[in-house]
């Protein structure tokens, strides 16, 4: 997460603000510098910049996209059932 959101930026700072670009940049480095590395994906994915440049990714490229939103949703309802049998989501 942290290697290919890095690449996303500097391959799509033509198409993003340079506010996004260098926010997100920034915020990779801060979670570098922090020392942990067991939840560094997870505190990633709280990084907006990411998102909006995940989301001009797939703007360009429609069945990425579909295909990534027909696997989020099947997770989505893995997950959900699993919380309703009380059990531990993961």
Known sequence: MVLGGSYMLWYLRTQLTP???IYGLCGISLLLASGGTISLGRLAYGLVSLSVAYGVFLSRHP???YLSLGLFAIL???LSLKFAQELWVG
């Open 76 to 78: 989505l309802v893995r």
């Open 19 to 21: 506010v996004i670009v």
């Open 63 to 65: 069945r990425q996209g």
